[in-house]
């Protein structure tokens, strides 16, 4: 489904984010990326949803060349994937409802299909008796429960989360966490940018840890395997 050949990632400034990266992540995974901070893992994601593109390599996601693919077809793209961000990025000023339902907007879906596919998307993470509220009204871990709907709401085949439980205490995150297992039960590929020791070493997921820009550990069942 994902591969990287020969990824690497410079910027004007000289610096090296990524060196040489080559890595294949199957349809249905669920893979933690971990890694000390500025090793790479923010870029590696902002690569897969054409954020940036890399300086060498090719960047293979569903048959289509990231590195090639033109500007105007970047939006078409990301209808496919579902970005969870740590600082939410959510409309503060807007409901529940319309925070979700934005996403819909945004990618031309049909207005008769918007309020349906979003309340289902709403109920999904457990948000349905809220979905009037305005966001900035809720709590964290319900703010990261709307930022989980807005990105499953077009089901996308791809999730990219980069540190969603970052903000949250312990207890919120294993909801958050919940909720992303039971959306990779479904058949979503799931790719998760984090810190958190414990979730990783809990779940034994396949995790990548990248250091100083390159993948030093690839493991299918793995742990975290850092000090925090």
Known sequence: ???????????????????????????????????????????????????????????ILSNKNLARMKDREVPLLRRKLGVIFQDFKLLQDRSVLENVAFALHVVGTPKREIGIRAKKAIELVG??????????QLSGGEQQRVCVARAIVNDPMLLIADEPTGNLDPETAWGIMELLYNINKRGTTVIMATHAREIVDQMQKRVIAIEAGKISRDEAHGGYGYDV
């Not at 948000?127 to 900035?136: N, P, R, S």
């Open 1 to 59: 489904m994902i591969q990287l050949r020969n990824v690497s990632k410079m910027y004007p400034n000289g610096a090296k984010a990524l060196i040489d990266v080559s890595v294949r992540i199957e349809k249905g995974e669920f893979v933690f990326l971990v890694g000390p901070s500025g090793a790479g893992k923010s870029t590696f994601i902002r690569l897969i949803y054409r954020e940036e593109k890399p300086s060498r390599g090719s960047i």
């Open 127 to 136: 948000l349905a008796t809220k979905e009037k509220v305005l966001t900035a």
